[in-house]
């Protein structure tokens, strides 16, 4: 298994263009989430998905989107970049419900604003 | 609110020394901990994790913590320490049972092991 993989690896981007982060997980994870990483500030959590169709908003989804179209896959957009959001981002999946169980980090992705 | 306090944000120890990071949580509830470490360049990975029975936890590595209800603290600790550990250590909680929610991180401490 690969794990949880994501694209790219890093990315500049200029005020006010969009893309989106690459997430794939294959484990057949049902809970995907997606974290940013910011210096001296831990992760915080953007938004998550407990299955194909279902997301909801974690502590700071402004400025972004998801969609969970199949279970493998979590991407997250950007649609209008700005420099808050430059940060190291990170996807995690979890097997099920239960909160005892790990989340697996992917490699993570970093973004750079100008 | 939810939060996660780590101590210290930068340790630097020489090889051999002993290690014990703070990691102390505010919580309404029952709980699950984790401790995750992230090597230079490197996804962060799971270390060792509480969710029931005896507080004391051992990880891999040679890493073990403790969980004291009384003091919400959960530290981690590792008798010897070595050149590779050299490493970014974040403390994680959750709430225990059947959720969706995210972990909740501390802001992490940076270790650092001197030769």
């Known amino acids: 298994n690969a794990g949880v993989t994501q694209t790219p690896k890093f990315r500049i981007l200029k005020i006010g263009q969009s893309m989106t982060l690459q997430c794939t997980q294959d484990?057949?994870?049902?809970?995907m989430y997606w974290y940013r990483q910011d210096p001296g500030m831990g992760l915080k959590l953007i938004y998550y998905?407990?299955?194909?169709?279902?997301?909801d908003k974690g502590e700071v989804p402004n400025g972004y989107n998801v969609s969970r179209s199949t279970t493998e896959d979590f991407p997250l957009r950007l649609e209008l970049a700005a420099p808050s959001q430059t940060s190291v981002y990170f996807c995690a999946s979890r097997v099920d419900r239960h909160s005892y169980n790990e989340q697996f980090f992917g490699p993570g992705t970093r973004l750079t604003v100008l | 609110a939810q939060s996660v306090s780590q101590h210290n944000h930068h340790v630097i120890l020489s090889e051999a020394a002993s290690l014990e990071l703070g990691c102390n949580y505010s919580y309404g509830g029952t709980v699950n901990l984790f401790w995750y470490v992230q090597y230079p360049g490197q996804h962060l990975q799971l270390l060792l994790k509480?969710?029931?029975?005896?507080?004391l936890v051992k990880g891999i590595k040679g890493f073990e913590a403790e969980f004291i209800k009384s003091k919400f603290s959960f530290n981690l600790r590792k008798p010897s320490v070595q050149w590779s550990d050299t490493a970014e250590y974040f403390c994680?909680?959750?709430?225990?049972?059947?959720?969706?929610?995210?972990?909740?991180f501390g802001k992490g401490t940076h270790l650092i092991i001197q030769p």
């Open positions: 994680a909680v959750i709430l225990s049972g059947g959720g969706a929610d995210g972990l909740t």
């Open positions: 509480y969710f029931s029975g005896d507080p």
């Open positions: 998905s407990v299955g194909a169709g279902i997301t």
């Open positions: 484990m057949n994870h049902n809970y």
